[in-house]
């Protein structure tokens, strides 16, 4: 199963990282995520029929950029 770590810049405190943990476990296709607040990473275990790029775009839309840092 495809892993991605992401670098989210605007996850500073526990109600960022609770609201972008919120979003990774909302997406279909996420199975694992999770969120590193002092590093600023979320990780994500998903399938193959949800890319980087649409993870990131769910974020985005909620309000947290998020930089696919692996593929």
């Known amino acids: 199963m495809p892993e991605?770590?992401?670098h989210?810049?605007?996850?500073?405190?526990q109600a960022d990282a609770d609201a972008v943990m919120f979003e990774l476990q909302d997406l279909p296709c996420?199975?694992?995520?999770?969120?590193?607040?002092?590093?600023?990473?979320?990780w994500v275990q998903h399938t193959a029929m949800i890319a980087p790029e649409d993870?990131?775009?769910?974020?985005?839309?909620?309000?947290?950029?998020?930089?696919?840092?692996?593929?």
């Open 4 to 6: 991605t770590t992401f």
């Open 8 to 13: 989210i810049p605007a996850m500073q405190t």
């Open 30 to 42: 996420v199975s694992i995520a999770d969120v590193d607040l002092p590093a600023r990473t979320a």
């Open 55 to 71: 993870i990131a775009a769910a974020l985005a839309e909620a309000g947290y950029d998020a930089v696919p840092t692996d593929g």
